[in-house]
Each structure stands twice: as C-alpha cells, then as structure tokens.
C-alpha cells in the first residue's frame, strides 16, 4: 500500500470521528433545550428558582430543623401531660416494678396448685403485711431511741466544738458562737417559711397516701390479669408495629424482672452490711439507717451518696469525729464492693446502663417528678435500650409491611405471657 492511500484512509478514519462527534454535540444541545430554565448543567439559575435564593446547605438544615422543632414540640406536650398527672403516672410505674418483683412468685404459686386469684391474694398479702412490719420496727426503733438521741447530740455537738477549737483549723469560741446566733436568728426571721414548708409537707404525705393506695390497686390487676391486660395493649397498637410490639414487650419486661430483683438484692446487702457496721461502732439509730439505706439505693448513684451522708452525720454529732471516720470508710468500702463486685454480677450485662446514662436518667425524673422520678428514670432507661436493641437486631419485626400477628393463643406464646388469670 502506497503512501497516498494510507493518508487518505486515515483522512476517512477522521473524518468519520468528527461527524459522529458532531452527531452527538446536536443531541446534547437537543437535550439541555428541553430542560427547564435554571436547571440546565453550567447554567446559572433564574432569579425566580429556589436555588438561587436559598442555598442546597441551608435548605436541608431547614428541613431538618422543622423535623427537630415537631419532635421536640411533641417531647414538651408529652413531658407537660406527665406532669400534670404524675401521681397516676408514678404510682403505675411503681405497681409495674412491684408487679415485676412478685410476679415470680405468683407464677410459682399458681404452677404449684393454686387458683391464679388465690396466689395472687396469698402473695399481696404476705407482701403487704411485710412492708407493714417493717414500717412499724422502723418507728418503734425511732421512738425508742428518741429519748437518749437528744442527750447524745447535744454532748456530740459539745465534743465537735471542742474539736474544733483544739484542731488546726484555728476556730475560736466566738466564731462559733456567732454561727450558732446566726442561724437561730434566721430560724426566728423564717416562721413563715417553715410554717408553708409545713403544710406543704402534709399536702404532700396526702399525696404519697394517694400513689401507694393507687399504686396497690393497680398491682393486684396486674398480678392477677396481667395477660389479659398485655393482649388488649397489642390491640391498641397498629397493625404494621404490632409485631415489633409484639417481640420486644417480653424482652423489655424480662429486663426489668431482672432490674428490680438484682436492685433489691444489692439494695439488701448493702443495708445488712452498712447497719450491721456502725451498730459495732455504736451509732444509735442503726436499723432506721439501714433501712434508708436500703430504700435509697433504688436511686442509684445519688442515693447511695446521702444515705452513706447520713449514716456518718449521725455518728459525728452523736459519737464524735474518729467513729464519723470508721463509718465513712465502712461505707466506702461496702460502696466499692457494690460497683464492682455486686452489680456486675447480680445485675448482668443485660440491664447495664452506662454512668452517664444513669445520671442523666436520674436528674431528668428528678427535674420532671421528684424523687419518684428519679427511683423510676433507671428501669425505664434499662428497659428502653432493651427495645431499641430488638428492633435494630430485628429491623423485620418493626417493619410496615410486616404482617400483624392475630390475638390469639399463638400471639398469647409470641407475647411472651407465661401466666394467665383462670378463664
């Protein structure tokens, strides 16, 4: 093949590149003629388009923003609608962590032989007569020890003058005798307030009186016709999250049997050991104290902290500073066992909650309903990570397109009830 030919074959090879280019070129321009105005690629955007007056940034941190506003508009309503019947609310959250404790036990009762309302009636019963006797030993101890309590504090408060006048702190006498006439002055200014602080106080124990009464009541129904109650509650859920409902309900109520067992264990033993140490040490008022103890450690963290407070206050003013030292350390000591022997192991890993968690929880049912809030925040905590776990390791059960499962003795097995009231 000659040089010409070769020249004029790739002149054809070019040529042909060129117009399949153009081809192309008259396509593209056809197709960005067709598109609206300001949306064409390289084109700036008309004056009228919501591109050119608001950012792609802005937009979507708007659009997020109103989702977040509706959250948290919905989270303030609902937070406002439990305050304002927060008695309701606590005394069913405390006949739910009741039910949970006794339910076993119930359930034990009726394998055994018993007629589901028989062993729900026996173990209300023993229950109640229980906290009944514990009650009266706490007042009876109380009274008991009132009389020599008054002599003992006032020589407890002697000896702590004295040493702090001996101490390095370099207190003199008529320091602390204008403390001491500065707070009965503002004890003499305060009638008032101590007298409104009072009648709170009494509007407050009817209060309590209410929820306990309440929170009894509402325990019985759910010891006897806790299944019953369960199965109407699916029925009020929507079809597409029933199932969902369906599979985490037992596993969230699994954990707080876990909860409050483990808590009143670990509440127990702290008490026992606690009260059994400054009885050796000859702080009056032992048993009252334990028996704080044990009820403050329903609130974790905080109070474990003003028990142990206590308990030391009341062996400095009565017993002096060397035996406020050995209870302090007798309840350090019983403290670290507890976080790092008795939790991890009665508790488990099933209903641990992380530190910041927990005093979050804490400080958010303190902030919304006192110190009912704050027994009650944890387990609901505890048993809120236990939904969300299920439903992101089972993403299918929460699903909207998944099938609702039929109220029936099959959905009864799903539901997870082992116990039943007789039909």
């Known amino acids: 093949m000659g040089l010409g030919e070769r020249r004029a074959r790739l002149q054809a090879q070019q040529d042909a590149e060129n117009a399949e280019n153009a081809e192309n070129t008259d396509h593209a321009g056809a197709w960005k003629d067709s598109m609206p105005a300001g949306t064409r690629p390289g084109a700036d955007p008309g004056p009228g388009t919501p591109a050119a007056t608001v950012p792609w940034g802005v937009r979507v941190a708007a659009e997020a923003g109103w989702r977040f506003l509706v959250l948290a508009a919905t989270l303030w309503v609902l937070m406002r609608v439990i305050g304002a019947v927060r008695l309701v609310v606590l005394a069913f959250v405390v006949a739910l962590l009741v039910t949970a404790l006794l339910q076993p036990t119930v359930a034990w009762l009726h394998r055994s032989g018993l007629s589901r309302g028989a062993a729900t009636a026996l173990t209300a019963t023993c229950g109640f007569v229980l906290l009944g006797l514990v009650g009266w030993f706490i007042v009876w101890q109380v009274l008991d020890n009132l009389g020599n309590l008054s002599e003992r504090v006032q020589q407890g408060i002697e000896e702590l003058k004295q040493w702090l006048i001996d101490s390095p702190l370099?207190?003199?006498?008529?320091?602390?005798?204008?403390?001491?006439?500065?707070?009965?002055?503002s004890i003499g200014t305060s009638t008032s307030e101590i007298t409104s602080t009072g009648l709170q106080g009494v509007t407050v124990l009817v209060e309590v009186i209410t929820g306990l009464l309440l929170a009894m009541f509402a325990t019985l129904f759910l010891l006897y016709d806790g299944r019953h109650i369960w199965l109407w509650t699916?029925?009020?859920?929507?079809?597409?999250?029933?199932?969902?409902?369906?599979?985490a309900g037992p596993r969230a109520w699994r954990t707080l049997t876990a909860y409050v067992r483990g808590t009143m264990i670990v509440a127990l033993i702290d008490a026992v050991f606690i009260g059994v140490g400054i009885y050796l040490l000859g702080v009056p008022l032992a048993v009252p104290i334990g028996v704080v103890i044990f009820l403050s450690s329903f609130v974790p963290l905080v109070g474990a902290v003003v028990s142990g407070a206590l308990a030391v206050v009341v062996a400095l003013v009565t017993q002096g500073v060397f035996t406020a030292l050995m209870a302090l350390m007798v309840v350090l000591v019983v403290q670290q066992i507890e976080g790092h022997i008795?939790?991890?192991?009665?508790?488990?890993?099933?209903?641990?909650?992380?530190?910041?968690?927990?005093?979050?929880?804490?400080?958010?049912?303190?902030?919304?309903?006192?110190?009912?809030?704050?027994?009650?925040?944890?387990?609901?905590?505890?048993?809120?990570?236990?939904?969300?776990?299920?439903?992101?390791?089972?993403?299918?059960?929460?699903?909207?397109?998944?099938?609702?499962?039929?109220?029936?003795?099959?959905?009864?097995?799903?539901?997870?009830?082992e116990d039943g009231p007789d039909r």
């Open 170 to 185: 370099h207190v003199t006498q008529q320091q602390i005798n204008d403390i001491a006439d500065t707070l009965s002055d």
């Open 234 to 247: 699916l029925k009020l859920v929507p079809a597409a999250a029933r199932p969902g409902v369906a599979g």
């Open 342 to 417: 008795l939790q991890p192991f009665i508790l488990g890993r099933a209903v641990r909650v992380h530190p910041l968690a927990v005093v979050l929880a804490v400080a958010t049912g303190g902030a919304v309903a006192g110190i009912g809030g704050a027994v009650v925040a944890v387990p609901l905590v505890a048993v809120g990570n236990t939904v969300v776990g299920y439903l992101r390791a089972h993403p299918a059960a929460g699903a909207p397109d998944a099938a609702p499962p039929p109220i029936a003795p099959a959905a009864e097995r799903q539901a997870g009830v």
